[in-house]
């Protein structure tokens, strides 16, 4: 039986892209060699980490405009700690939407003063704050595109003079913004890019060299960017899952076809969440709908167990809600084909019918 994927990450990756990585394992450009065993300063491997660099500026319409693409470790959850030790001066501003920018905060004031812009707390996060004023004399600005969690994904970025940062993890590549607006962009692979394991930092070079105190190696984004992503071994396999990901992207059009395809997606759910009289949507309001995570819930619990036996008998996977929010959240990244989203809607119109 065919799999319906919404798994909130790691998550649905392409078919044809699982196929190549998966003959790459065993047998990398003819070399008759792994993928996996071959040397990273290899001339193969290079390319491969050089052309994912350079598709990522491509896609986010930023080559040429000082940005520089980098591939690290340590998922989005190191860059809560190495924006701030690169960028954090004396005092940041962060807009805290969720758990993720929650555990940013956390780390950034492990490095100077944090001020809280706004929050969405008190009502669990169930909706995204506007109209806060950011400090000029702020050195950045840390916001959460999406939150996977609470399914809430701001709309509208706000105008500062001050440099913008963006975790991006659970949205990257799926829909089209003014990327040039951010001075520094990371997002875990494992949402729209690929498996787990690498991370890719987007950064505008002439935001560094602001802060005094010494930054460890590992932790220098100039030392990452003079060494092209290759101070330490890089994560091979996730690097270039990616790398075919961001082809396969490339392939079908770029941001704009896919952001077209995500939107089909997510209207045709929510529509019949709001249509459906057995379900309710998590969400407080509705401009704050993620695209790429909707959170939902039975009005009636006692349709648990006949909603969740109709889930595994049509093949859908990885539904149910984290456990802080409980329900059920669909998650609907790039690779997610519209036919997914049109079974779990046929699902529950089938509950429905036999309520």
Same mark, same amino acid.
């Given at each position: ?12 990756? =392409?078919? &044809? ?5 998966a003959e790459a394992v065993l047998n990398f450009n003819?070399?008759? !060699?792994?993928? /996996? ?34 591939? !690290? ?25 969720? @758990? ?43 916001? @959460?595109?999406?939150? @996977? ?35 520094? /962009?990371?997002?875990? $692979?494992?949402?729209?890019?690929? =498996? ?9 070079? %002439? ?9 460890? &190696? ?7 960017? %003079? ?5 330490? @071994? ?42 459906? =009289? ?9 401009e704050d709908r993620s695209k790429m995570n909707a ?13 969740? %036996?109709?889930?595994?008998? $049509? ?14 959240? $669909?998650?609907?990244?790039? $690779? ?20």
């Open positions: 039986m065919k799999k319906h994927n919404f798994s909130a990450g790691p998550c649905i990756l =392409p078919q &044809s892209v699982l196929q190549k990585s003819n070399s008759n !060699l792994s993928l /996996i065993e071959i040397s990273h300063r290899s001339k193969d491997f290079v390319e491969v980490m050089d052309t994912a660099r350079s598709l990522a500026l491509e896609h986010l319409g930023l080559q040429n405009k000082g940005y520089q693409a980098l591939f !690290l470790q340590g998922g989005a959850s190191f860059q809560f700690l190495m924006a701030a030790y690169n960028l954090l001066e004396k005092k940041a501003a962060y807009l805290n939407t969720g @758990t993720w920018s929650s555990n940013a905060i956390k780390e950034a004031k492990f490095l100077g003063e944090v001020v809280e812009v706004a929050t969405s707390k008190s009502d669990n996060f169930n909706f995204i704050p506007k109209n806060y004023n950011i400090p000029k004399d702020a050195d950045y600005f840390h916001c @959460t595109s999406n939150n @996977t969690i609470f399914g809430t994904q701001i709309q509208s970025f706000p105008e500062t003079e001050i440099p913008m940062v963006c975790d991006m993890s659970s949205d990257i590549f799926s829909r089209q913004l003014d990327f040039s607006k951010f001075s520094l /962009i990371y997002a875990g $692979a494992q949402k729209n890019m690929g =498996p787990a394991g690498t991370t890719l930092v987007v950064i505008k070079e %002439d935001i560094l060299g602001k802060v005094t105190r010494a930054i460890p &190696s590992m932790l220098n984004y100039k030392v990452q960017i %003079d060494k092209e992503s290759m101070f330490n @071994t890089p994560a091979v396999f996730p690097v270039y899952v990616s790398m075919l990901t961001l082809q396969w992207l490339k392939d079908l059009g770029g941001i704009s076809a896919i952001e077209k395809v995500n939107n089909q997606k997510a209207d045709l759910l929510y529509n019949e969440i709001d249509r459906n =009289p057995l379900f309710e949507g998590y969400v407080a309001k509705k959170t939902f819930n039975l009005r009636n619990e006692e349709l648990k167990a006949t909603f969740d %036996d109709h889930l595994k008998q $049509a093949g859908i996977n990885g539904l149910n809600g984290h456990r802080s929010v409980g329900g059920y959240r $669909a998650s609907m990244y790039n $690779a997610l084909p519209l036919e997914s989203v049109q079974v779990l809607v046929d699902v529950m119109q089938a509950v429905e019918k036999g309520a």
